[in-house]
């Protein structure tokens, strides 16, 4: 039976295996863990058995990756899910390996780094991943962690892969480990599934108190600012923005001489001349605000729109473009 491989257009996977420990009851090891199921991106083999999962938001995986000098262990950033699964009795960790070869390469999945039991011993991959399951987030039985808890579970096998998803990629890793010849779980392959995909954190969540922007000004002549909130395409201040903008008055008080700029910017999304517009009416809304709620003088505060002109990250990702949707105080 295959394991199915769905399309998508969010995803980044790690995939690894996990092992149950000595002395947990033979019902808990075989049965489906309550409210879980397979990832939209990548099911089971047919017929297996889902004993855990769970996920991180945000967080860093790690997968094994082919280099010059051998194999190498690489970080990826993303939203991960965890799954591990007991196959169907007396189906062989090959014929569930070469399974999910078919599945990512058929999904247009490009292979980083494969070996099976043979060559894996060889480069110790085993000895390389024995942590990956420790360090993912699980639901239940965190015995579980302990699949490769001594680097030499038999017929282990592995596969790294990824595919472009928008503008980064998805990574998947696949650990194998043999049936265990006795107990409950006899001849059931062992398989431990991390999709990791595409997710940045979300930007603005922390304020820049009004003692940080004054010196920053001091030193920089500027500063940049992610306190302050607006809805997509609209120059409105959220309520949210309160904080922020309390703090800058405060810094502009405490030096009373002080003239700024508000400088907004935008990503690149979009058109130049209406992300010229957007911007300008961003950074007049904050002079504005500053002038009419917190008291600043109109004098000491000028609004200037640089659209996309000025950026400070890459706008190829939503990592680089959050951080370049930003208002700056700068020092006139």
């Known amino acids: 039976m295959n394991a199915v491989f769905t399309t998508g257009t969010r995803f ?18 075989l049965t489906e863990r309550p ?11 047919e017929g297996g058995i ?17 280099a010059r000098s051998g194999p190498v262990l690489r970080p990826v950033e993303g939203r991960i899910s965890n799954r591990l699964y007991w196959g169907p009795k007396e189906v062989s960790a090959l014929a569930v390996f070469r ?41 239940g039985n965190s015995a579980m962690v302990n699949i490769f808890n001594n680097g030499d579970q038999r017929d282990f096998h592995y596969i790294s892969a990824r595919k472009q998803t928008g503008s980064g990629f998805t990574y998947v890793q696949v650990a194998l480990a043999g049936p265990r ?5 006899a001849g059931r392959t062992r398989q431990f599934i991390q999709v990791v995909e595409p997710a940045q954190a979300e930007m603005g969540k922390v304020t820049v108190d009004a ?37 800058m008055a405060d810094a502009l008080k405490a030096q009373p001489a002080m003239k700024v700029l508000i400088v907004g ?26 002038g009419k709620n917190y008291g600043v003088a109109a004098n000491r505060l000028n609004a200037r729109g640089v659209a996309s002109f000025a950026p400070v990250s890459s706008n190829a990702s939503e990592e680089g473009r959050a951080k370049n949707r930003r208002v700056e105080m700068v020092v006139r």
Not at 212 to 238: E, P, S
Request: proline share 2%.
């Open 12 to 29: 980044l996977a790690a995939v690894t295996l996990s092992l149950c420990a000595a002395g947990a009851s033979a019902a808990s090891l």
């Open 35 to 45: 409210g879980g199921k397979d990832h939209p991106l990548i099911s089971r083999y």
């Open 50 to 66: 889902l004993y855990d999962y769970g996920s991180n938001p945000l967080g860093t995986a790690r997968l094994v990756e082919r």
């Open 99 to 139: 399974n999910y070869q078919q599945a990512l390469h058929t999904a247009g999945f490009e292979t980083l780094f494969s070996c099976e039991t043979a060559e894996c011993e060889k480069l110790r991959i085993q000895k390389m991943i024995e942590d990956f399951p420790r360090e993912a987030k699980w639901v």
């Open 181 to 185: 010849s006795d107990g409950e779980t």
């Open 211 to 247: 003692k940080a922007i004054g010196a920053g000004l001091q030193r920089d002549g500027k500063i940049a600012l992610y306190g302050v909130h607006f809805d997509t395409n609209k120059a409105v201040l959220k309520e949210e923005s309160a904080a922020q903008l309390q703090s």
């Open 265 to 290: 910017h935008t990503d690149n999304q979009g058109e130049i001349e209406a992300n010229l517009a957007l911007s300008q009416k961003r950074a007049q809304a904050v002079v504005d605000a500053l």
